[in-house]
Antibody
Framework: QVQLVESGGGVVQPGGSLRLSCATSGFTFSNFGMHWVRQAPGRGLEWVAFIRFDGTHISYADSVKGRFTISRDISKNTLHLQLNSLRPEDTAVYYC??????????????WGQGTLVTVSS | QSALTQPRSVSGSPGQSVTISCTGTSSDVGGYNYVSWYQQHPGKAPKFMIYDVSKRPSGVPDRFSGSKSGNTASLTISGLQAEDEADYFCCSYAGSYTWVFGGGTKLTVL
């Protein structure tokens, strides 16, 4: 069965950095696009970043562009999100999510359990 | 990348039907038939409920249905059950490999 397991969250000071990981299993990782979606405490979902199934396209929400970097390790079936220049407003649970289909337009069919990032001094 | 607009809350009694709206623009909801819906119980990850405006993934009860008219998509839940009480989020493709979510709607089953 499909499994997504995030790790790497924690408490970091403003201006600091963190690297999140999402270990995947149960599907062919290189055949599907992947996303990061975050949820601030008590708030709604916010799409953060995307990497296409073939790695040819990467995109970011305006709120994180220039500060966050999405990447993947095909050999380890793992997705990453590098978070730099962190701000208090980046405090959230970060979820990785899998595209339902190769065109990346069919929604996010599997989600991890999330990892909490807290930005505070 | 402005969030889609959803009502903050809706409610209904067991057995009744409720509809949750999701309003965007011609650049997202109105421009693509790629609206999806997610159910989230407290402390849990979102669950995939609807894709391509009105299609249900396997395992999702047919009590859940989706539709779209212009810039507004809707999720209807018929035959409300206690376990349907949750937060619901819409999401639309917004072009150029970007996506936008709604602010979420809290469904209360009375």
């Amino acid at each position: 069965q499909v499994q997504l397991v995030e790790s790497g969250g924690g408490v970091v000071q403003p201006g600091g950095s963190l690297r999140l990981s999402c270990a995947t299993s149960g599907f062919t990782f290189s055949n599907f696009g992947m996303h990061w979606v975050r949820q601030a405490p008590g708030r709604g979902l916010e799409w953060v970043a995307f990497i296409r199934f073939d790695g040819t396209h990467i995109s970011y929400a305006d709120s994180v562009k220039g500060r966050f970097t999405i990447s993947r390790d095909i050999s380890k079936n793992t997705l990453h999100l590098q978070l730099n220049s962190l701000r208090p407003e980046d405090t959230a649970v970060y979820y990785c999510a899998k595209d339902r289909r190769v065109t990346s337009t069919g929604g996010f069919d599997y989600w991890g359990q999330g990892t909490l990032v807290t930005v505070s001094s | 990348q402005s969030a889609l607009t959803q009502p903050r809350s809706v409610s209904g009694s067991p057995g009744q039907s409720v509809t949750i709206s999701c309003t965007g623009t011609s650049s997202d909801v109105g421009g693509y038939n790629y609206v999806s819906w997610y159910q989230q119980h407290p402390g849990k990850a979102p669950k995939f409920m609807i894709y391509d405006v009105s299609k249900r993934p396997s395992g999702v009860p047919d009590r859940f249905s989706g539709s779209k008219s212009g810039n507004t998509a809707s999720l209807t839940i018929s035959g409300l059950q206690a376990e349907d009480e949750a937060d619901y989020f819409c999401c639309s493709y917004a072009g150029s490999y970007t996506w936008v979510f709604g602010g979420g709607t809290k469904l209360t089953v009375l």
